[in-house]
Structures are given as C-alpha cells and as structure tokens.
C-alpha cells in the first residue's frame, strides 16, 4: 500500500483560549498537487508551521512520508525529502544568492540547481537585500526544489510573482507532478486552484469544511441564475429543494446557486415579469463563498473572537 505523503489526525491548535485549527483531519495521496484553500486567518500557515515541526500541536498527529511528526529524530531524517516555500521568505540580506544556494545545497543537495535557475533566473552574485519580492519567490522557488524532495510544501508561492513567471511555475508544478513529487499548495487564490490542483481542501475557520476533487466539487455546485425583474423579489419563493444559495444583490436582482433540474426554478418565475435573466456555470470563487457565506454567524454563535495580531495570518 502506498503511504500518503501528508496524514493528518485530529491536529488541534490552540493559542491560548484562541483557535487556530482543530480536529483537522486530511489525508493527501503521493504524487498530488492537493490545494488548501481558505482566506488569511483560516488556519492554513497554522497547518503547515505543524506538519514541518515548527509549532507542537495541541492535540492531534500528523505523519510526513509515513514519518510521524512527532518523533523527532525520525522526522529529522526524512526532512532532506522535504521543501518548503514559506509564506514570506527570509533570507540572509547581506549574502549573494549564489552563496544562499551553496549553504543550502551543503545542507540537502542541489542536482536541480542549474535547471531551475535557467527556468526562473535571479541575480545570483547579488545580495540579497538588493532582490525584488519577485526575484525572493524565485529564489524561495529554486531553494526547494533543487534537491529533488518527494514533497514539498508550499504558503502562498506565488505572492509577488508577475503573471508570466506565475504561468511558468503552473506549469512547472504540473510537470512535477507527473515526475511522481507531491505538492501540497495553501493559497486564498482562486483561479491557482482551478489550473493545478488534483485536489482541494476547503478551511473554515480552522476546521475542515470540504475535500474533493476540483471537478466533482464544481460539478455538484450546480448553475449561478442572476434574475433582474421590475416587481419586488421575494426570496421565499425561490426556496425550493434545488436552491444551494439565494441572495438579492445591491442592484435588487436575485442570485441564484442552483442543483439540479430546472422545474422549481420556471415555476416560480411564473410570478414575475422578466428583465434579464442569465444562466452560468459555478465558478470556484462561486463554491468556495458558499463555504464561507451559508454558516457566516456560526463563529459569532460559538462565541469565537479573532486571532491575536501576531499570528493572524496563520
């Protein structure tokens, strides 16, 4: 049986009486790029600091390349198969690039050196300091995988990145997967998770709210009905079985998410007179703010406050 590349079980974290996730439950199979999508203060950064030994969760376990977290000689051995590329990249502003590559490269190799900095070249003989935050992700980009890791991990990689460099790392990160490497990939962008992930989980507020394929997940979520009509809209007669959301938006149309058949739908726009009436596929941005919008006043009801200052991006 092939063992996950990430296996988490019941991960809690606690900062003080604050949440930062809890009861995480989320398996990531070997050679996927698995998305983890949620906005800042989610729970995402919280995760990943957890799975690479950075903070000790509050309860929970979770296991890296089989290796529990935990046992931290084991893990210890198998962090040379592991990159990361953190959320804002620290390096040392007085070294050159190149001497950054060399120190990390005696650390865990660098067989990929060269080829990655052809694909995403920085100014190697540089100090750091002088880099854009395009030529720092780039750096970020090259340090973790040029040791040829099994898994690497990844917090917002592509922040600061132009759009054709972002295009090419896509497409870098398609080719890896298919070389056999897993990605696990947080982000709050939307269209990053439609054009590389296999899959994506969905975080709410430090628990897990969904995980499925990116296709099943769009598939299921229906069509988006925007309505325009010159009489008052009531949205109690558009509560039928079918409706996943319902809203009337500022301009006083009605948006619909919708599964299903139709037959709901046509026999309550018999009431109305028609305007305007346009039918869609769901985009992502479209499920992920159902996620997000159906229980928006469950955190106020549990009595949840906000995360400190210093780790509200977590």
Same mark, same amino acid.
């Given at each position: 049986?092939? $063992?996950?590349?990430?296996?988490?079980?019941?991960?809690?974290?606690?900062?003080?009486?604050?949440?930062?996730?809890?009861?995480?439950?989320?398996?990531?199979?070997?050679?996927?790029?698995?998305?983890?999508?949620?906005?800042?203060?989610?729970?995402?950064?919280?995760?990943?600091?957890?799975?690479?030994?950075?903070?000790?969760?509050?309860?929970?376990?979770?296991?890296?390349?089989? $290796?529990?977290?935990? #046992?931290?000689?084991?893990?210890?051995?198998?962090?040379?198969?592991?990159?990361?590329?953190?959320?804002?990249?620290?390096?040392?502003?007085?070294?050159?690039?190149?001497?950054?590559?060399?120190? !990390?490269?005696?650390?865990?190799?660098?067989?990929?050196?060269?080829?990655?900095? +052809?694909?995403?070249?920085?100014?190697?003989?540089?100090? $750091?300091?002088?880099?854009?935050?395009?030529?720092?992700?780039?750096?970020?980009?090259?340090?973790?995988?040029?040791?040829?890791?099994?898994?690497?991990?990844?917090?917002?990689?592509?922040?600061?990145?132009?759009?054709?460099?972002?295009?090419?790392?896509? #497409?870098? !990160?398609? +080719?890896?997967?298919?070389?056999?490497?897993?990605?696990?990939?947080?982000?709050?962008?939307?269209?990053?998770?439609?054009?590389?992930?296999?899959?994506?989980?969905?975080?709410?507020?430090?628990? !897990?709210?969904? $995980?499925?394929?990116?296709?099943?997940?769009? +598939?299921?979520?229906?069509?988006?009905?925007?309505?325009?009509?010159?009489?008052?809209?009531?949205?109690? #007669?558009?509560?039928? #079985?079918?409706?996943?959301?319902?809203?009337?938006?500022?301009?006083?149309?009605?948006?619909?998410?919708?599964?299903?058949?139709?037959?709901?739908?046509?026999?309550?726009?018999?009431?109305?007179?028609?305007?305007?009436? +346009?039918?869609?596929?769901?985009?992502?941005?479209?499920?992920?703010?159902?996620?997000?919008?159906?229980?928006?006043?469950?955190?106020?009801?549990?009595?949840?406050?906000?995360?400190?200052?210093?780790?509200?991006?977590?």
């Amino acid at each position: 049986m092939t $063992v996950p590349a990430i296996n988490i079980e019941g991960l809690t974290k606690f900062y003080g009486d604050v949440r930062g996730i809890e009861e995480l439950d989320l398996t990531v199979p070997e050679g996927e790029l698995f998305g983890f999508l949620g906005p800042n203060g989610a729970g995402k950064s919280t995760t990943i600091r957890l799975l690479l030994g950075f903070l000790t969760p509050t309860a929970g376990t979770a296991s890296i390349l089989g $290796v529990p977290i935990d #046992d931290r000689d084991a893990f210890l051995g198998v962090r040379d198969q592991i990159g990361h590329i953190p959320g804002d990249p620290q390096f040392y502003d007085d070294v050159t690039g190149r001497k950054t590559l060399d120190y !990390l490269a005696s650390l865990s190799g660098d067989e990929r050196r060269d080829e990655l900095l +052809e694909r995403f070249p920085v100014p190697l003989d540089r100090p $750091v300091r002088g880099y854009s935050r395009g030529n720092r992700q780039k750096l970020a980009i090259v340090q973790a995988f040029m040791h040829e890791p099994r898994l690497v991990v990844m917090d917002e990689p592509t922040s600061g990145l132009d759009p054709l460099v972002q295009q090419e790392f896509y #497409d870098f !990160l398609r +080719e890896e997967r298919d070389r056999g490497v897993s990605v696990f990939f947080s982000t709050h962008i939307l269209s990053e998770v439609r054009q590389v992930c296999d899959q994506v989980g969905i975080i709410r507020n430090g628990r !897990l709210v969904a $995980v499925e394929h990116i296709d099943d997940l769009l +598939e299921r979520s229906g069509k988006v009905v925007t309505l325009q009509s010159p009489d008052a809209i009531d949205l109690a #007669d558009f509560d039928f #079985d079918e409706t996943i959301d319902a809203r009337l938006e500022p301009d006083g149309s009605l948006r619909l998410v919708i599964s299903g058949n139709y037959d709901g739908l046509v026999d309550a726009l018999e009431a109305y007179r028609i305007d305007d009436l +346009e039918v869609r596929e769901t985009a992502i941005e479209d499920v992920f703010m159902h996620f997000y919008d159906a229980d928006e006043d469950e955190s106020e009801e549990a009595g949840e406050t906000d995360l400190p200052e210093e780790v509200a991006d977590a």
